[in-house]
């Protein structure tokens, strides 16, 4: 019975290869199996990074961001009030006082104290123009004397002590929703029933909204051309491959499409690093890894395609690509949506492209081939630069709130009457 078991001449040998192993002097096994390990995590990386930045100041100044809040206002200025998810009313003239603006974060922020020990300037930035107008607490109980309220969506069924009352806090205070995470993730219609008057999130036509997961800041100084040239050259002759992309989400279905049309179509190189496209590499490439970095600087274009076509849910796949010397090709929200993130000619839209991907296909190539045009899509570094990271852009944002905070006017009013609808607007 048991010799005829299939498996048991297997184990035979086994048996036989344990026997002569176990005539191998022990120290010898040892140094084997250090080798071996030694080379699996040494290998070198064949594409280990050869991107030159240039020179990037992630300590934005709030002067250098001045554009996007001047086409902010314009759009806010021209909302009406008829939509019903949102109530407008314009205030009377400015509020002349130099009274300290309290704001109290009444939620933890995905379970985590947030901002609590820092000082106003590690807040709001150094360049904040209202840095020391406003005034941080993480002390939920402070409620009644608030100007703001900060709730963070994630974090509000687990608020202690519970919401509170409207008729507990201040007549004026602001009531502030925060939340970066698309409806497919965060049920909204939960939160309606606050009417919050303000909101943190990636949507442009939330009160605080710029630096959600990156930015695009005027550099004080524009490069020179000589610099640029050199860079750009470099840049070009050094990343041989085309398309690259990093997906750990295997659910959403229409970007694994396009991902596979574009291949298929696709003289350049196009590949696509995660369990539901090509391969892993063999470096096991963790998200934001150095490993990620290095495969990308050889190649010239990232295809940053989100999991979510919601209106300006545009994340960092998108900022990344920039920061590391690529050309994103997007998909998501409308590439209007994206217009009013990122300077003219930086990035590719899917929707400037017919659907089996052949157009775009053919265009990667002409770009892979001609510096003329790569460069085309890279001169805006000359008066751009690109800002992920996260303690630089959370001061910006923050700078944002403080700054509206300081220009409420008299009589302003603003609430949401319909949250969900607010954060549904376009989504698939
Ligand atoms: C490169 O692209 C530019 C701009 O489209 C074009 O004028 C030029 O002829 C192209 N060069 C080559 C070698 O194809
Ligand atoms: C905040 O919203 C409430 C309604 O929820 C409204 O009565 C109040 O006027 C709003 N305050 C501001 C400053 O907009």
Redesign the pocket.
Known sequence: MLFSHPKSSIRLMWRRQIFRLRRISPIWFVIVVTCVLFLIIHVPNPFSARYNRIPIDQDVQWNNVREILELKEDIFQSVTLSNNIKIIQQGSEKQETNSIILIVLYTTVFRAEKFCTLSGERIFGESCPAKHRCQWSCDPTKFREADALIFHAYDIPFARPSMPDRSETKPNSVWILWSDEPPSIINYALFNKYNFNWTISYKFDSEVSIATYGLFSKRDKSLSNNEYQQWIRKEFSNRENGALWFVSNCKSKRRLELFHNLKRASKVLVEGYGRCVDYYPLHLCGGSSRCEYDYMSNFKFYLSFESNTCRDYITEKFYKAFYHGLIPIAYGPDKSDYDRFAPKNSFLHIDDFDKDMSQLATHLE?VH?????FS?YHEWRKNYEVIIDGKALERVRMCELCQRLMNVRKNEMIYYKNLERFYTDKCD
């Not at 081939?369 to 045009?373: A, E, G, H, W, Y």
């Open positions: 002409e081939s001609n510096l003329t045009l085309m």
